[in-house]
């Protein structure tokens, strides 16, 4: 299955898109790849805040303010590899029975299906700005993100 039929498929099914993940066997570079998606998805995301910031600041370029977004995005990796450890630390205290990898696959494959709207979410602060549409947006992605992460992770833990 491709990647955009597969997110198409998650928001229908978050389980069932799990299941097939783990059902691929355990392999690092497939859940790297994963959170990359998300990562170059997030950082496109933050293209036109930056281009914004840098018309209101009257600067010639918003390259600079790019890099550094993208500098920022890829040092937010260990936290992510983090979270999904401390995840998974909770859902064994919480009787989960799965594994390191599932955490990490249920939290990438997660942030990979909430990253379109994390495209719409930079497109409103860079055509709109801050106000009730930001405040809307930003509240229903992590609304999303939450429910995907934790249904993922629920079926990952079930063992």
Do not use: C
Not at 78 to 84: E, I, N, R, S, V
């Amino acid at each position: 299955m491709t990647v955009t039929t597969d997110l198409v498929a998650t928001w229908r099914s978050p389980r069932a898109a799990v299941r097939r993940h783990l059902a691929r066997g355990v392999s690092e570079p497939f859940a790297f790849t994963l959170l990359l998606v998300f990562l170059i998805l997030a950082f496109v995301g933050q293209w036109p805040a930056a281009a914004r910031e840098a018309y209101l600041a009257d600067e010639p370029s918003a390259a600079p303010r790019i890099l550094g977004r993208a500098l920022a995005v890829l040092a937010t990796i260990p936290l992510w590899y983090g979270l999904a450890a401390l995840s998974r630390l909770v859902a064994r205290a919480l009787g989960g029975k799965g594994s390191w990898y599932g955490a990490r696959i249920a939290l990438f494959w997660a942030l990979a299906t909430v990253g379109p709207l994390m495209l719409l979410q930079g497109l409103v602060i860079g055509m709109i700005g801050p106000g009730p549409a930001l405040t809307t947006v930003n509240i229903l992605v992590g609304l999303a993100f939450l429910w995907l992460w934790l249904t993922m992770l629920h079926e990952a833990e079930r063992g």
